[in-house]
């Protein structure tokens, strides 16, 4: 069963803009991670947190965590056109190493 | 590094008939890899998690008999889909992930095949 639930669902905005996406999740977790697909094709790993890390920057990307509220964040600073495509992020179990994943926000970056 | 190669990437055939999906590592041994099903606009609903020389292990409501699959070495892992009917059509994807089940690593994800039954 599906344990995230993303918001938004669907985000439209400017290049260059920044966008945000938030992740909420049910049960403990080992680690976040946060994926990327394109249409039509497999997921890209962005970046990984671990249940004991509040936040991890790469590139443009950054990624909170808060096991407090099980919420995570992914902010994606100075869009561009290329970043549009789907972001899923997925927990990590400790006890079973499967990956959850979320229901997905379809992010379109205007040029 | 870290390349998953999914084959074939576009399959479309006949009910009744089986399809092979291969799950390739290209550069690192795959200790376990995953096999999730995708319809269109939703998430990634995993079907099954696969270790090398051992039987997979199905979630809840995936029929056993209807997708096989086989680890058979630490690069390779395949999904065959049985008897496939027009129900059976989806995007199948697979991935691979080195170490252990409680290490921190990130799943690796082949390009996804998607599977048409007339």
């Known amino acids: 069963s599906q344990q995230g639930e993303e918001d938004p669902q669907a985000l439209s905005i400017q290049e260059g803009e920044n966008a945000t996406m938030n992740c909420s999740y049910k049960?403990?977790?080992?680690?976040l991670q946060w994926y990327r697909q394109n249409s039509g094709r497999g997921l890209v790993h962005l970046i990984l947190?671990?249940?004991?890390?509040r936040e991890k920057h790469s590139g443009r990307l950054r990624v909170t965590l808060d096991t407090s509220k099980k919420s995570s964040s992914l902010l994606i600073t100075a869009s561009r056109a290329a970043d549009t495509a789907s972001y899923f992020c997925a927990t990590g179990s400790s006890n079973t190493g499967k990956l959850i994943f979320g229901q997905g926000t379809t992010l379109q970056v205007k040029p | 590094g870290a390349v998953v190669s999914q084959h074939p990437s576009w399959v479309i055939c006949k009910s009744g008939t089986s399809v092979k999906i291969e799950c390739r590592s290209l550069d690192f041994q795959a200790t376990t890899m995953f096999w999730y099903r995708q319809f269109p606009k939703q998430s990634l609903m995993l079907m099954a998690t696969s270790n090398e020389g051992s039987k997979a292990t199905y979630e809840q409501g995936v029929e056993k008999d209807k997708f096989l699959i086989n680890h058979a070495s630490l690069t390779l892992s395949t999904l065959t889909v049985t008897s496939a009917h027009p129900e059976d059509s989806s995007f199948y994807i697979c991935?691979?992930?080195?170490?252990?089940?409680?290490?921190?690593?990130?799943?690796?994800f082949g390009d996804g095949t998607r599977l048409s039954i007339l």
């Open positions: 947190i671990r249940s004991n890390e």
């Open positions: 991935s691979a992930r080195a170490g252990t089940s409680n290490s921190n690593q990130p799943q690796h």
């Open positions: 049960t403990s977790i080992n680690n």
